[in-house]
């Protein structure tokens, strides 16, 4: 189902160092009794996944990105965010939780992973 990049809502979590940025190209390698292989592209377009925690987060920050994460459905629905460069990336969530570790009273971080959403997904 194709999503209209205006009516996305836009993720504001700022990443924290270090940041991870990995190309996906999504293959499949079949190999026969003769030793031969024949591969197969399952993507017309390489995706970047990008693994990073978050910066300090106060309590109603943390409750935010949860409801923006239920509100996405987790994995469901993509959204916008900006990386540390500000450049817009149409992504979803990569993971089925958000685990957040506390470092002391009211301060937060948050393990996140996002992934590229294909170009045919996006109608700008």
């Known amino acids: ?8 809502a836009t993720l ?3 990443a924290y160092y270090p ?4 190309p996906i190209w999504e293959s499949t390698v ?3 009794p003769s030793g031969m292989e024949q ?4 993507q017309s377009q390489v995706r970047y996944q990008f693994d990073f925690d978050s910066e ?4 109603s920050e943390k409750t935010s990105l949860i409801n923006f994460f239920i509100a996405r459905q987790g994995q469901m629905i993509p959204f916008k965010w900006y990386d540390i460069d500000s450049v817009l990336h149409y992504v979803r969530f990569n993971q089925k939780t958000i685990p957040f570790e506390t470092h002391g009273f009211g301060r937060w971080l948050a393990s996140i ?4 959403v294909h170009s045919s997904e996006i109608i700008t």
């Open 12 to 14: 504001t979590v700022t």
């Open 30 to 32: 079949t190999s026969f």
């Open 113 to 116: 992973s996002l992934i590229e």
């Open 19 to 22: 940041y991870t940025v990995t």
């Open 1 to 8: 189902m194709p999503w209209s990049a205006s009516s996305l």
């Open 56 to 59: 300090y987060m106060t309590s």
């Open 39 to 42: 591969r197969v592209a399952l």
